[in-house]
């Protein structure tokens, strides 16, 4: 193989002659290796003195040959070390003028950097190319560059499957071994290009970041390539309240090429392994998933056993342990609403926010707790002079898209010492006073066509409201830029404020002023109500909710999602327009 791979000069092919020979047994595989080896050095012994002679006739063809000796001996061009030995340049030897001139291995390199839609195209060109693009090599890195996929094809029998101890816990529990060595069929008769033109590239509009049409619970899914397969993986927030605790996430569908030709979707959904699904492309950024065996979503136990397993894998607990009536209405509300959809759902795509180096901190998800309703996840970004967390999981009050909280950065707060940070009544005075401005300004926003006759009112109360705060509050106008060298300050929650997780950080780098977003059931009489953003390092935030006399902390989600960044900040604006159309 070592001969075929060094004249081709392309690598390893599996449609190479050589590698369709019949295998030997184990005993004639050194005599094989010697006779390779033979057949090398004859063959490369033939084209030195091939080379040689030519080079010796067309040298003696245009001067005297020298004096012999070593001193007299004329040497050639740089050695081809890709070969094994050295080829003589010959003076008589014409640079290459055309694309087919060029050697394999450079035409490789080449079509290994166009997009894999054109390489189709080129094979029609010349008998060449299409042997050329025939090498695997050019297949594996456009999938690798394009879709990421990193496997060996000839590998994966060996080292299992990526993401294997899920499969086997989720899919096929009789499989004992762990591995996959007897579910995989013989992926010698697979090769990259079935894998790019039958999987990847069809099924391309799906990778990515989506949101599922849930009602009022939306939900996060990452939908990558993994191996062998087009995997969506639902992420789900850990068990209230461990706000700290990593992502949980489950497959809820796979595209493979395990048993055909063709692509296969199958539904992972239920409790007794993979079935039959379908994927409909609604448009590029929207796609549905339907189950056509909505069976294997039941268990033998009914409804009360299928509520028994949802509520410990949803929560961690059973319902005897959650003692909160509300709560209990809450979450089986959900139960029923969630599981009437059997995995037949509507996605649509959205973005995690792009960075820029003056934001506050680097914009991505979080996971936070609201009270009764448990941790939900949301999406920080910053625009101008505020930062907005949006629902990407919400509930029956604030449903998934709508915006929970709103922070302006130009209102920096400076907090007291301790022992007046206890004081609710303190704190509350610090915050309404930046509210008190911030509606002054929208009536003076709403009222600017009529003329200035509140703006004199408007100044009043400001300085006023500063004059009377001046040794708690400090105001700045460069979005906290004056605050962002200060050290951290200890931090306490007032006395009265009730919150899910205790162990939250004892100190912060600054506050801001900032308003929730609170509603009745449905969703109904929504308003804004002032509250303190507190920052305590670049993965953690938290939120005190005056009215409520809560406090909500958040944590970032550090999983990698892949093909999710927005490409431009003003597709970042449309996206978040347009989920809050969904859900208001």
Not at 36 to 63: F, H, M, P, T, Y
Not at 93 to 108: Q, S
Not at 436 to 457: F, I, K, L, M, N
Request: net charge negative.
């Amino acid at each position: 193989m070592a001969v075929c791979a060094r004249l081709c000069g392309v690598g390893q092919s599996r449609r190479c002659r050589r590698r369709q020979r019949p295998s030997h047994q184990d005993q004639d595989s050194d005599s094989d290796l010697d006779m390779d080896e033979e057949e090398e050095e004859r063959i490369v012994g033939k084209l030195k003195s091939e080379v040689g002679n030519g080079c010796q006739e067309s040298q003696g063809a245009a001067r005297p040959m020298p004096e012999t000796g070593d001193t007299a001996t004329v040497p050639c061009s740089a050695n081809v070390k890709r070969l094994g030995y050295e080829e003589t340049n010959c003076a008589a030897r014409h640079k290459p003028e055309f694309l087919l001139d060029l050697p394999p291995e450079l035409l490789v390199e080449i079509f290994s950097l166009l997009p894999g839609t054109v390489l189709p195209n080129l094979a029609l060109v010349c008998k060449k190319f299409r042997q050329i693009l025939n090498t695997e090599t050019i297949w594996r890195r456009r999938c690798t560059r394009e879709f990421g996929m990193m496997e060996d094809l000839r590998k994966m029998e060996l080292v299992g499957v990526s993401s294997r101890e899920v499969y086997v816990k989720r899919v096929s529990p009789r499989v004992k071994s762990g591995r996959f060595m007897k579910l995989l069929p013989d992926y010698e008769h697979m090769d990259y290009r079935d894998v790019y033109t039958r999987l990847l590239y069809p099924y391309r509009h799906i990778l990515g970041l989506w949101q599922p049409d849930i009602g009022p619970y939306g939900g996060l899914l990452n939908v990558v390539v993994d191996g062998l397969f087009i995997i969506g993986w639902m992420y789900l927030p850990p068990h209230d309240p461990r706000v700290e605790d990593p992502m949980r996430r489950r497959p809820l569908f796979r595209i493979h090429m395990w048993e055909s030709s063709r692509a296969s979707v199958e539904c992972m959904y239920g409790h007794k392994g993979p079935h039959k699904g379908d994927i409909q492309i609604v448009k590029k950024d929207e796609f549905s998933t339907k189950c056509n065996q909505t069976d294997h979503h039941r268990m033998p136990g009914g409804r009360q056993e299928e509520f028994r397993t949802w509520l410990e894998e949803e929560w961690g607990r059973t319902l005897e342990d959650i003692f909160h009536e509300h709560m209990q209405e809450l979450i089986l509300m959900k139960f029923i609403y969630t599981s009437q959809y059997d995995n037949c759902l509507t996605y649509r795509r959205i973005y995690l926010p792009p960075h820029v180096p003056s934001d506050l901190l680097p914009p991505g998800l979080f996971k936070g707790t609201y009270g009764s309703h448990g941790l939900e996840i949301i999406m920080l970004s910053f625009h101008g002079s505020c930062a907005k967390a949006t629902k990407l999981t919400g509930d029956p009050n604030v449903p998934a898209g709508q915006l929970t909280l709103v922070v302006h950065l130009n209102r920096p707060v400076r907090l007291p010492d301790l022992e007046r940070q206890c004081s609710i009544e303190e704190l509350s005075g610090l915050v309404l006073g930046f509210h008190e401005e911030a509606q002054w300004e929208d009536v003076e926003a709403c009222g600017e066509g009529q003329g200035e006759g509140s703006t004199p009112r408007a100044e009043e109360n400001e300085r006023g409201a500063a004059a009377a705060e001046a040794p708690a509050v400090g105001v700045s106008s460069t979005s906290g830029a004056t605050m962002t060298a200060a050290e951290p300050q200890p931090f306490v929650l007032p006395l009265g404020v009730i919150a899910r997780n205790e162990e939250y950080p004892r100190s912060c780098r600054m506050c801001f002023y900032g308003t929730g977003l609170i509603a009745g059931h449905g969703f109904t009489s929504p308003e804004r109500t002032p509250g303190l953003f507190v920052l305590f390092d670049d993965n953690r935030f938290g939120f005190i909710w005056l009215e409520l006399k809560s406090f909500s902390l958040y944590s970032r989600l550090t999983d990698p999602l892949a093909h999710a960044l927005a490409p431009s900040m003003e597709r970042f604006e449309v996206m978040l327009q347009n989920m809050q159309s969904w859900t208001s």
